[in-house]
């Protein structure tokens, strides 16, 4: 059987204190709603048959939690702490780093001329040169 | 056979008679089917050849002539059927019988099998060989057919010639050893062994073959020790060639020179006379080879060689130039004309000759790798690529030239990398400049974006091959490496160590008196990123670049020369003023003056002050600020330039900090909005959107600024989090506060203590936020927590009670927390509904009142619900819910006990907790019972229950409060006194202490009561008898009285169908109430009729025992002692049938006692005879003569007609009944029980009835062993049978069977040749027993002449 779940109060949208007129009205938009869905209305009407019996209705209710009471002292208690300060970041020591600045541009102005490449190939090594293996052997019949 | 006539039969046999062949006789039959076949008989022939090839098949070898005759001759007749195969397959067979078919078999024949070898694919080449070893016979008779030896011949050319290496090498090798003396064998070996690359096999097949060979096969051998490089022994074999010439007359083969043999002698010998160094004759023999055939190329292309290796270009030309006149096409004259172009430096006429001599040689690779060369160096160097790179690669003298060629090409190109990586592979010394060339050219494209691997390029460079360009290079490489990093890497110090060494060897490669100004900027900005000033001079002009400028003001602003730095900054001019570094060093003065203000404006200046950027060089990522090219940038202005995260946090920090000196930190919260905006996710790892968050926090937008912070920032949310629940608080949300201040006590730990403290006045707040969320198990806890600081308080008892009803729902029913749960359901929920503030304060909150009854019956809705709950639990667990300890059993508890509570007032006051309504019952108390407090003031309420001075409803209920005995309590209060008493008896015994027996006798008197008002007789006697044994009460004398009637009662009805149940009933009635006389009457005649009933059952025992207790309830009771009279007789006439002793003995004394009980009773003294004769005859079987004589004597004094000797008339009797026994009782047992019964009567009279008796049963015996074969003991039993015989004719009659007895053990005997002396001795005694018998002599006889 269990507690009520959802609570009534929620299938219809209602608030605790809701009255007659209200829940007329809540059932009214709750079932348009859920029409054509035959789940839904079952539980619409449902909750509503609760609402509408006194003494189910204050079962109901009695199964919501009481809210608690106000605490005025802890308000009192953490008060000073409104004016405490906020943890704003340190600011750190400025460093010769933070005061350095170098741009692309600026080194470039001083790059110079790379002095011209030496003129000229160094040659073909022997080894590569041409000779007489470039003709094809003679070769007795086999 | 008879169709092949008669000899047929009378040949064959001379044939093979006892396996030996007459050669006469074979020819005869030879010759027989020759004519036979003439006569045009070929089928008889034919047959009578198969019949002889197959006879001789086993014949000696020397018949084996007659055999090969017999399958030619039969294949002759095949060939002249028309049959082929047949024709084939014999002469295969003859083939294969001959020992020399080329010699045995005839010219045809040896083509037939040399042309079906030809059709097959494989197999030996004999036949083929057999038929040309035949035909060149000049005697052969007919000569072979000139065609068949062509075909036959071309054929064994190919085989020789095609087909796989190793099938060519068989297929020589067999033709060698086939047809010796034949030339062409030779050269096909040779050839073949020179494609199979074997020149050594080949030289030394041919230094066996070439003495007796021809010019050919010399030449062969020649061009072997040529390839060989053997030159001197070739110019010896090509001399003998050349001398020996082509034989006459011998057909040419496809390894014959022909013709060909001189022009290619004198060629050949010319060149190894050439590698010989013998020029002169080299060039002699290579003249007469040009003239011997002037059309040849050849040996002019060697005389060319010749010349180009003596120098003689020019003759080399010519003679290639002749080469090419008889032959356009000979290549080796065209790539000669080539190499000599390329020799004297004409690389587009060496290309042509390469590319036309590459057009009929695409193959030769040497000449590709020329060509590519050539290509190369007239400027082709694309083609050139194409043409050598799939050259390159190969690990070999071309290769190498190839790659070497394709980097020359590839840097011709423009492709100096891979250049350098196919001059890198080849590698050696005489490469070293063209490497360092390379590197050079690579290092010239990469400096511009990579100066640090261009300044490797020149140092490797430099080591490779030294030059003065490549250390201008390097130097300058090495410059701009160091300001790259300056770029890069001026924030990781590995970085800056790295260029530090850089400019120190940049520093090396100036020369003397060169401007080192460079290097020491350079140095001095490395040090100043890593945070050392000293090296950047403090005095600079106005005309210094602005960023020396703004340095130099930086190292005076980090000296603390704040004026200095003052001046310096006012150098800089007015178009640089908006730039970040001038920005950034004002702000800093200002700060140091104090003007927070000021410097504000200043940071946040240059914070979107425009880069000196040039499009061009400046890569997009370039912080605009500090110039760090290492990460992304962000652009919060679109018109300015971006900054990087590190000036992002440093100014950001800066302009923080400056407004809040300045006041002015509102000012600034669009600042960081902005950027927080622009970093995205870089604002949190930056801190900025922290900062953010806490501005709004500050300006009292809570909300904003937890939107922004995560848990990442745990301190600030913390923070936040705190200001906005002390708020709510302030506000009266206390709900929202604790979620806030729950927030940041879990987050930061070290938040103030404070906030720990409001959580604890605010724990049901936080218990209802859980329960509101769903977590019921954290509600739970929470409010239970804090129902211990005030344990009567009706709000939280019905809060406790809800989530515990939550909570246990959501478990399963095995969680070992569930019982937990519902018992909190229980106790919390019952003492809530039932208190009268929680309806109050819910009708409150619903705003409705509350009509009479209406929580009556909501509440009773509830507790139903409730119990719907825990009987379903109940169930699932297997319990009904009656049980003392079911939840359906303890929810009923708390529900009575809360309703006693509430028609009170009692009141406790725990600690500081105003005094409440005490509302519970026992699941609740159990639940608080370790309470202290609670439990002294719970104590104090009901202390007038406790001592039961109170009265009313809740006096009547205390007692279920009992932890031990409540719920029996309760069960009894609810009327289940058997359940109450049952859940007590189930109570351990060491556990059931004073008050539960009590409880228990309590709980069984109302059962009784009540079962006796229902006229359950026998159960409440029960009860009744039950409590009475429990020991802690006595019955009053009205239960007492109630007792009796429910025996009497029940027992009348318990009577006729269970009488033995009617007894127990009476029996507890009488323990309950031993004075009520008719108790004890109705007791007597219960016990009478079950005896009766027990005697039907034949349980005579009980049945007597059951009588007995009626004779001593009521001793002259005559209907009791007439049952007992006939369970008497009934049950000694059961033992008396039964064999056992035991039963025997038992009978005997229910004789005597029936006998006893009326003497004239003939029944009784029957039996009494009976059993005393069994007893009598029992003991006799034992040996017990003396109890023997003692049970008959006592049987013949109770004969009333006998009045004589009993002792001696007992003796008799026993003797009689002995016999008797043994004929009747022992019919079917063994002999030995027989005998031995008849034995004991002989004891106790040796009277002739018994001995004839015993003669009786001995000659029975005696006939079984007759049959059995046993004659010996049948002779034995006869033997004593004759002496218990009590007259002649019973003697007689027993001689006669013992004489047949003998008689037939001499039969027995007298067949077995070493038993003959037994036969004579077993007759001889028959005779002796029956002298007269002529049948026993005449067997005697028999016996006797046996022997």
């Known amino acids: 059987m269990a507690l009520f779940e959802p609570s009534p109060y929620e299938v219809l949208g209602l608030a605790r204190d809701a009255g007659p007129d209200e829940l007329d009205a809540a059932l009214e938009a709750a079932l348009e709603a859920a029409a054509g869905r035959d789940v839904t209305v079952e539980r619409v009407e449902a909750a509503a048959r609760v609402l509408r019996d006194p003494v189910r209705r204050l079962e109901l209710d009695v199964q919501h939690l009481p809210p608690p009471e106000p605490v005025d002292e802890a308000a009192e208690l953490l008060a000073p702490l409104l004016d405490a300060e906020l943890p704003f970041p340190e600011r750190a020591e400025v460093t010769a780093g933070d005061l350095t600045a170098v741009h692309r541009r600026e080194l470039a102005a001083d790059f110079a001329e790379l002095p011209p490449p030496p003129a000229g190939f160094p040659g073909v090594p022997e080894r590569f040169q041409a000779d007489a293996s470039v003709l094809p052997p003679f070769e007795p019949p086999r | ?1347």
Request: contains cysteine.
């Open chain 2, 1 to 1347: 056979m008879a169709f092949l006539g008669e000899g047929w039969g009378l040949s064959m046999a001379l044939l093979a008679r006892r396996g030996r062949f007459e050669p006469a006789a074979v020819s005869e039959e030879l010759a027989r089917a020759a004519a036979e076949a003439k006569a045009g008989q070929p089928d008889r022939a034919r047959k009578r050849y198969a019949k002889l090839a197959k006879s001789l098949a086993s014949a000696p070898p020397e018949l084996r002539g007659l055999r090969l005759a017999a399958l030619l001759g039969g294949a002759d007749v095949a060939l002249a059927q028309s049959d082929a195969p047949g024709a084939v397959l014999l002469t295969a067979q003859a083939f294969t019988l001959a020992a020399d078919p080329a010699k045995e078999l005839p010219l045809p024949a040896l083509q037939r099998v040399a042309s079906h070898r030809m059709q097959a694919s494989q197999g030996p080449l004999a036949a083929p060989l057999a038929f040309l070893r035949a035909a060149a016979d000049p005697e052969a008779d007919p000569p072979a057919d000139a065609a068949a030896l062509a075909e036959v011949t071309g054929w064994l050319h190919r085989v020789c010639a095609e087909g796989p290496v190793a099938a060519r090498d068989a297929a020589s090798g067999e033709a060698v050893a086939g047809l010796p003396g034949v030339d062409w064998p030779v050269l096909a070996r040779a050839a073949a062994l020179m494609q199979a690359n074997r020149i050594g096999d080949a030289e030394r097949f041919l230094a066996g073959a070439s003495p007796s060979g021809s010019g050919e096969v010399w030449f062969r051998w020649a061009a072997v020790l040529f390839t060989a490089g053997r030159f001197p022994q070739a110019v010896a074999a090509f001399d003998e060639a050349l001398r020996r010439g082509v034989p006459a007359g011998v057909e040419l083969s496809p390894w014959s020179r022909g013709a060909a043999l001189v022009g290619d002698g004198l060629l050949f010998r010319g060149l190894a006379r050439q590698r010989l160094g013998q020029a002169d004759a080299a060039q002699a023999d290579l003249i007469a080879a040009v003239n011997h055939n002037p059309n040849d190329p050849r040996p002019r292309d060697a005389i060319a060689r010749l010349a180009l290796q003596l120098g003689a270009e020019d003759v080399a030309r010519e003679q290639f130039e002749a080469a090419l006149t008889v032959a356009p096409s000979y290549v080796p004259a065209r790539l000669g004309l080539a190499l000599l172009h390329e020799r004297a430096g004409r690389a587009g006429a060496a290309a042509d000759d390469y590319r036309a001599a590459l057009a009929a040689a695409p193959r030769w690779r040497p000449a590709r790798v020329r060509f590519g060369a050539m290509l190369a160096a007239a400027g082709g160097a694309a083609q050139a690529v194409e043409v050598l790179r799939p050259e390159a690669g190969s690990d070999d003298a071309s290769g190498r030239a190839a790659g070497f060629h394709l980097g020359a090409a590839l840097l011709a190109a423009g492709d100096a990398r891979g250049a350098l990586e196919r001059w890198e592979a080849i590698g050696g010394d005489d490469l070293k400049a063209h490497v360092a060339l390379a590197r050079d050219r690579v290092a010239r494209g990469v400096v511009g974006s990579d100066p640090a691997a261009a300044r490797v390029l020149w140092q490797r460079a430099m080591s490779e091959y030294p030059m003065p360009a490549y250390r201008g290079a390097m130097r300058e490489a090495t410059l701009r490496e160091a300001a790259l990093v300056l770029l890069t890497g001026r924030d990781v110090p590995e970085a800056r160590e790295r260029v530090g060494k850089a400019l120190e060897f940049a520093r090396m490669l100036f020369a003397p008196g060169d401007d080192l100004g460079r290097v020491e900027r350079l140095t001095a900005l490395l040090r100043l990123a890593g945070g050392d000033a000293s090296l950047v001079p403090d005095h600079v002009d106005a005309e210094a670049p602005l960023r020396d400028r703004c340095h130099t003001a930086a190292a005076l602003l980090l000296a603390g020369r704040d004026r200095d730095a003052e001046r310096v900054l006012a150098l800089v001019d007015r178009e640089h003023a908006r730039d970040a570094m001038p920005a950034r060093l004002r702000a800093v003065l200002a700060e140091r003056s104090g003007e927070w203000r000021i410097a504000l404006d200043w940071h946040l200046r240059s914070l979107t002050a425009a880069a000196p950027t040039d499009p061009l060089t400046t890569p997009p990522g370039a912080c605009g600020g500090c110039g760090r090219e290492t990460g992304p940038v962000y652009l919060v202005d679109e018109s300015r330039s971006g900054r990087c995260t590190s000036c992002v946090r440093s100014s950001l920090a800066a302009v923080l900090d400056c407004a809040r000196r300045a006041s002015a930190a509102g000012d600034v919260e669009p600042v960081f909005a902005a950027w927080t905006d622009t970093l995205g996710d870089a604002a949190h790892a930056t801190g900025v959107a922290a900062v953010l968050a806490l501005l709004r926090a500050e300006s009292g937008d809570h909300d904003a600024a937890l939107a922004i912070l995560t848990s990442a920032a745990p301190a600030e949310r913390a923070a936040v989090l705190v200001r906005r629940g002390t708020l709510e608080l302030r506000r009266g949300r206390s709900t929202r506060a604790v979620v806030d201040l729950r927030e940041a006590v879990t987050l930061s730990p070290a938040v103030d203590e404070s906030v720990g403290q409001a959580l604890g006045l605010l724990a049901e707040h936080e218990a209802f936020v859980h329960a509101g969320a769903g977590r019921w198990r954290a509600a739970f806890d929470g409010y239970v927590a804090v129902l211990r600081d005030d344990p009567a308080h009706p709000r939280l008892l019905h809060a406790v009670g809800l989530t515990a009803y939550r909570l246990a729902a959501s478990l399963d029913p095995q969680d070992p927390a569930a019982p937990d749960a519902w018992s909190w359901t229980i106790g919390a929920l019952v003492a809530g509904v039932y208190s009268p503030d929680v309806w109050g304060q819910t009708a409150s909150v619903s705003g409705r009142g509350l009509a009479p009854g209406q929580v009556a019956k909501a509440r009773g809705l509830l507790v139903e619900r409730l119990g719907a709950d825990l009987r379903a639990l109940d169930l699932a667990a297997g319990r009904t819910g009656d049980e003392v300890d079911a939840w359906s059993t303890r929810v009923a508890m708390e529900v009575r006990c809360a309703e006693a509570f509430a028609q009170e007032d009692l009141r406790v006051a725990v600690g500081d907790a105003p005094a409440r309504r005490l509302i519970l019952g026992p699941q609740l108390r159990r639940l608080l019972d370790g309470h202290a407090a609670w439990r002294e003031q719970y104590d104090l309420a009901v202390a007038p229950y406790a001592d039961g001075s109170a009265q009313g409803g809740l006096a009547e209920v205390f007692g279920v409060l009992h932890p031990a005995l409540g719920a029996h309590r309760f069960l009894i209060l609810q009327g289940r006194f058997a359940d109450a008493a049952a859940a007590l008896e189930a109570m351990p015994a060491d556990a059931r202490t004073g008050e539960a027996r009590a409880l228990l006798a309590e709980a069984l008197v109302r059962e009784g009561e009540r079962l006796y008002r229902v006229k359950a007789w026998d159960e409440a006697l029960d009860a009744f008898a039950r409590a009475a044994r429990v020991g802690v009460r006595e019955l009053t004398a009205e239960q007492v009285r109630m007792g009796a009637d429910c025996g009497l009662y029940a027992s009348r009805a318990l009577l006729a169908g269970s009488p033995s149940r009617a007894v127990e009933v009476l029996e507890q009635a009488i323990d309950l109430s031993p004075e009520t006389a008719e108790l004890h009457t109705e007791l007597g005649a219960a016990y009478v009729v079950w005896a009766k009933k027990l005697g039907e059952r034949r349980e005579f025992d009980d049945a007597l025992a059951a009588v007995g207790r009626a004779l001593e309830i009521s001793h002259l009771d005559e209907s009791a002692r007439g049952v007992r009279r006939t369970l008497l007789l009934g049950f000694a006439e059961h033992l008396t049938t039964s064999a056992a002793p035991a039963d025997l003995s038992r009978a005997l004394e229910l004789w005597r006692e029936a006998h006893a009980l009326d003497g004239q009773d003939a029944a009784a003294r029957t039996g009494l005879v009976e059993v005393l004769n069994l007893s009598a005859r029992r003991a006799a079987l034992a040996g017990d003569r003396v109890r023997a004589s003692e049970f008959m004597s006592e049987a013949v004094a109770l004969d009333p007609d006998y009045d004589g000797d009993a002792a001696a008339e007992a003796g008799r009797r026993l003797s009689m009944l002995l016999v008797g026994h043994a004929a009747d009782g022992l019919r079917e047992h063994p002999f030995a029980e027989r005998a031995a019964a008849l034995g004991a009567a002989r004891a106790f009279d040796d009277s002739e009835t018994v001995r004839a008796a015993l003669c009786e049963l001995w000659r029975g015996e005696a006939a079984a062993r007759v049959e059995g074969k046993d004659l010996i003991e049948a002779e034995r039993l006869l033997g004593e049978a004759v002496e218990f015989a009590v007259d002649d004719e019973m003697r007689r009659e027993v001689v006669v069977e013992l004489a047949g007895a003998y008689r037939a053990h001499a039969i027995e005997a007298a067949a077995h040749r070493r038993r003959r002396g037994e036969a004579l001795q077993a007759i001889a005694t028959a005779l002796e027993l029956l002298p007269e018998d002529e049948d026993l002599q005449s067997l005697r006889t028999s016996i006797e002449s046996l022997g």
